[in-house]
């Protein structure tokens, strides 16, 4: 088993000596790193801090990048709650106050625990192959996944536009959910069940229960006793049936159409959705007492377009399935840059189509060139687009041209727009925003001055 390792860096020289609690972290197994250790890099780095400024607040941003960081309130320090919020969007995993060193040790390792789990549990080669993707956003999202996996038995509602793996993020929460004698996973189109039938799917029935039910027959509730059942487009589902599924949810207990006797079944919900059930509620297509039942925790894919470093991954991949245990076949430069900058409306469902015809077109060795690309498939005008340069981009700035707006205008125009989004995504920090454009912060300050607009507010 690899040793769990743990580093000490103290802020202040006020901070109290943490010798006694590192003394217990390493009666509980931690290789445990003083502050004037080389080592930077472990489980965890815990910070002793006795005031929050902003050099304190930068120097944590930087340790957080690459280290789970604990911040440890010192006893004299009275670290106000605006503060404890500004370090926790500065990127540490959590905030102690400053109690008895066994209790602080327990903490820590129970903390550090709990992390080593959610990534042995993400890094899983089998979770790999389902969940393809070494992007940040990615690799936060399956994070999130192993812990309310592991660590949660609620519901979970996944909420993602089409194309983005909601379905495969399902299989992947049944595969890492520890219950030892799991059944399988049930799968329901909701948007493919008919009214007349949709009790009968959901709940079964008994014998007689309706013209051509000639035996007593299980529902989805019944099959996935035991497992995890997937309601896939739950949005699409008419507020009728919506309030059938309140007492199943909430109680685990149901009647077959046609019978009157409650059976019990115990199973892991997960929804999925491209709808927005949130806006559903206040306009009332969605029920909001089904919503808080099957949103117990919310998981929100991102979009290929906020991830497109994975789509060389998913490229690959892709193609290691068409190949289906055949040679390997690589792709051609120019072709990897062209389905690097493509639009994908339908996410990663569209680029699998996609790859799976420039497979089935390629033809005899060598990579695979952009000859083998459909004529609806290649790029207008020549030229492959910037991957950033999404159609609404392209659209205002056709109007912006249609308007004789010159291109000075239109490049002040963007910068200042991409200040205010940076701004406003990183709550107005201003050394987070100008690492996010790639400008230093004198930089950053000297441009908001000249231009006046571009401001957070």
């Known amino acids: 088993m690899t040793t769990r390792s743990i580093w000490f860096k ?11 609690v590192a003394k217990e972290l390493a009666r509980l197994g931690f290789a445990v790193h003083p502050d004037n250790s080389k080592s930077r890099e472990g489980d965890c780095c815990v910070a002793a801090i006795s005031e929050v400024d902003a050099k304190v607040v930068a120097e944590i941003e930087q340790l957080s990048q690459s280290n789970h960081v604990v911040v440890l309130s010192t006893p004299a320090a009275k670290i106000l709650p605006e503060a ?3 370090l926790l969007h ?20 129970a903390r550090v625990d709990r992390w080593a789990e959610i990534e042995r549990l993400a890094d899983d080669a089998s979770i790999r192959r389902m969940l393809v993707g070494d992007s940040p956003a990615w690799r936060s999202l399956v994070r999130k996944l192993a812990e309310i996996a592991a660590f949660s038995s609620g519901n979970l509602l996944i909420v993602g536009e ?15 959910d520890r219950r030892p004698h799991k059944v399988e996973l049930v799968v329901v189109d909701c948007a493919t069940l008919s009214p007349e039938l949709s009790g009968s799917e959901l709940f079964g029935h008994e014998r007689g229960a309706f013209t051509g039910a000639i035996a007593a027959r299980d529902g989805a509730f019944a099959r ?43 199973f892991r919900l997960v929804c999925a959705t ?37 789509i060389p991954l998913l490229v690959r991949h892709f193609i290691n399935e068409a190949s289906n245990g055949g040679a390997q076949v690589d792709v051609d430069p120019s072709l990897a840059d062209y389905l690097l900058c493509r639009d994908y409306p339908g996410n990663v469902r569209d680029l699998k189509r996609l790859v799976m015809r420039l497979h089935a077109r390629h033809a005899g060795p060598g990579p695979i060139t952009i000859g083998a690309l459909l004529a609806d498939d290649r790029p207008d005008g020549g030229g ?20 004789g707006i010159a291109l000075k205008e239109i490049g002040r125009a963007v910068t200042n727009a991409a200040i205010r989004m940076s701004l406003a995504q990183e709550n107005g920090n201003l050394q987070r925003a100008a690492r996010r454009l790639g400008v230093t912060d004198r930089a950053l300050q000297m441009r908001r001055a000249h231009d006046g607009g571009a401001s957070s507010d």
């Not at 500065?90 to 390792?109: C, E, F, K, N, R």
């Not at 049936?241 to 115990?266: C, D, F, M, P, S």
Request: hydrophobic fraction near 40%.
């Open 90 to 109: 500065a990127g540490v995993a959590d905030v102690l106050d400053w109690t008895s060193d066994g209790m602080l040790a327990a903490q820590i390792a």
């Open 84 to 86: 404890r919020w500004q």
């Open 274 to 310: 491209n709808r927005d059930l949130e806006q559903g509620v206040r306009n009332g297509t969605f029920r909001a007492d089904l919503y808080y039942r099957v949103a117990d925790w919310v998981l929100r894919p991102p979009p290929l377009r906020a991830r497109r470093s994975d």
């Open 162 to 176: 089409t194309g983005t793996g909601k379905e495969r993020i399902a299989e992947a929460l049944h595969v890492m």
């Open 384 to 403: 492959a687009p910037e991957p950033w340069a999404e159609p609404g981009f392209l659209l205002a700035l056709q109007r912006a041209l249609d308007q």
């Open 224 to 266: 996935a006793n035991g497992g995890t059942l997937l309601l896939d487009e739950i949005g699409e589902l008419p507020l009728p049936l919506q309030a059938q599924l309140l007492r199943v949810i909430q109680e685990r207990t149901y009647k077959r159409v046609g019978g009157n006797a409650w059976h019990r079944t115990e």
């Open 10 to 20: 103290c802020f202040s020289a006020t901070a109290p000596p943490t010798a006694t």
